[in-house]
């Protein structure tokens, strides 16, 4: 058995989004000569590895970091004379003494597998293919700064990097891109996934027992659909998804992340044995991607993040016609139990301050469905929380908890959303459950979830879908 089970957990428990800041760029003229240019060379003899010379110019920072200090042990710096010194690596960055013109260095890939085990950032290997993460093997500049221009160039691979490269095959960054460069394929094959106003590149780091890469492409693309039944458009024109099938395992989704490179970059680790019907089932994808319809709320406030994803992947699938109103309701609750079970009596305020899988999804996507119901009905049941998504879009790439709040407020047309969070956060974790279902007519029995006509049950139609199929 590979260490992907171990992984699983070790990713879970270091949290599923990391945040960052979204560049936002000025077009810049191509004639200007870049302050730092990465040489980028991948090598498969004797095993795979990659080969990194940073070039320093005109006023080019020197201290360097890895954003996870990973597997370099020391980095050669070349001055202009040709004098060559060895910098040992040293608290996962290395100083680059004054006239360095060049910084080498070689990211072991196959070695730090066959050292450490497959990793999700430090490299997983199949076959020809490697899966890594940027913040692993790429040396990047300690300090921002968003002026700093940065080209980077990949040989000796086909790669697939969160950016898109320019004709010349270069890519054209800012220092801000480096600060979460996101995932990145090397080999595999490639797929795409088209949406009306987007593309998902997708690489298929593996074989797939049962799959084409186009049924692979295609299931994405009918996921990637689902999240433009939370949001008007697709998030981003272009973004990249890798897709690393997991040795003789037969569920369709083993793990998924999302990185907050610039567009955002997805992994999915699908069980190589996989079938068509059960990546129908899947929900792992169709999560991931949802994240994509939020901002990235600044400190993390998985609450938030999560809790929107786990509201709206019940709902999308409903609201796509994947699966009946009944079932999203019945998950919904399934899930809901998880979190009081993991709650035993504490408020939400203990819950988030724990911050523990599943509770925190649970707890906040059943806020997610408290504030989704309060907003339809102080809007006469016209506007809810992808309102909200919206509204934040418009503002930028980044929020904040008040920020998000106010974009609720601004929905409502009148102030809700901190009252509404202070009165759930010194409650136990879903006091209100029984009373917000009854009002909506989602009856459980145990025969499932059966759906009834209520005091609410318009914004219950609302909410998974049932009112846009009804009116047809
Ligand atoms: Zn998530």
Not at 285 to 292: K, P, Q, R, S
Not at 407 to 422: E, Q, S, T, Y
Not at 447 to 459: E, I
Request: include cysteine; glycine fraction near 10%; hydrophobic fraction near 40%.
């Amino acid at each position: 058995m590979s260490a992907v089970p171990r992984l699983w957990l070790v990713a879970l428990a270091v949290g599923l989004c990391t945040c960052r800041t979204e560049a936002v760029r000025e077009p810049r003229p191509a004639a200007e000569p870049a302050a730092l240019r990465y040489n980028v060379t991948y090598v498969r003899e004797p095993e795979h590895a990659i080969d990194v010379e940073i070039v320093l110019v005109r006023g080019a920072p020197r201290e360097f970091h890895f954003t996870q200090d990973w597997g370099v042990d020391a980095v050669q710096a070349y001055g202009g004379a040709g004098d060559v010194r060895v910098l040992p690596v040293r608290e996962g960055g290395v100083s680059a003494p004054r006239g360095t013109r060049f910084l080498r260095y070689r990211y072991p890939v196959d070695a730090l597998i066959r050292e450490r085990g497959p990793q999700l950032f430090g490299g997983m290997a199949q076959g020809e293919a490697r899966h890594l993460a940027g913040r692993a093997w790429l040396l990047r500049p300690r300090a921002l700064d968003p002026s700093l221009r940065v080209e980077l160039s990949v040989n000796g691979v086909d790669a697939l990097l969160p950016w898109e490269p320019g004709p010349d095959g270069l890519y054209r960054l800012s220092a801000e891109d480096l600060i979460d460069s996101g995932f990145h394929g090397f080999g595999g094959r490639r797929c795409q996934a088209r949406l009306p106003d987007a593309v998902i590149e997708v690489a298929i780091l593996g074989k797939m027992t049962h799959l084409r890469d186009a049924e692979v492409c295609e299931w994405l693309r009918q996921t990637a659909e689902e999240v433009r039944t939370v949001r008007r458009s697709f998030p981003h024109p272009r973004i990249t998804v890798l897709v690393f099938p997991v040795p003789r395992r037969s569920e369709a989704n083993v793990f998924g992340m999302v990185l907050w490179s610039s567009p955002p970059s997805i992994s999915l680790l699908v069980g190589q044995d996989t079938t068509r019907a059960q990546l129908d089932e899947d929900w792992v994808a169709l999560h991931e991607l949802l994240h994509l319809t939020h901002p990235t709320i600044i400190p993390r406030t998985p609450w938030i993040s999560e809790g929107l994803a786990t509201y709206f992947t019940e709902l999308a699938r409903s609201r796509s016609g994947r699966q009946a109103p009944e079932r999203s309701w019945q998950e919904l609750l399934t899930g809901f139990e998880r979190g009081r079970r993991q709650a035993r009596g504490r408020t939400m305020q203990q819950m988030v301050e724990e911050n523990r899988p599943p509770g925190i999804y649970w707890v906040g996507a059943f806020f997610a469905l408290r504030l989704d119901v309060e907003l339809r009905r102080a809007t006469g049941n016209q506007r809810g929380l992808p309102d909200v998504l919206e509204l934040l879009a418009l503002q930028g790439s980044t929020s904040t908890v008040g920020a998000y709040g106010a974009a609720v407020d601004a929905v409502a047309g009148r102030p809700l959303f901190d009252a509404l969070l202070a009165e759930e956060l010194r409650l136990p974790a879903f006091a209100g459950l029984e009373g917000l279902l009854e009002g909506l007519g989602v009856t459980p029995t145990p025969s499932g979830v059966k759906l009834q006509r209520a005091r609410d049950s318009l914004l219950r139609e609302a909410l998974d879908g049932q009112s846009d199929s009804s009116a047809q």
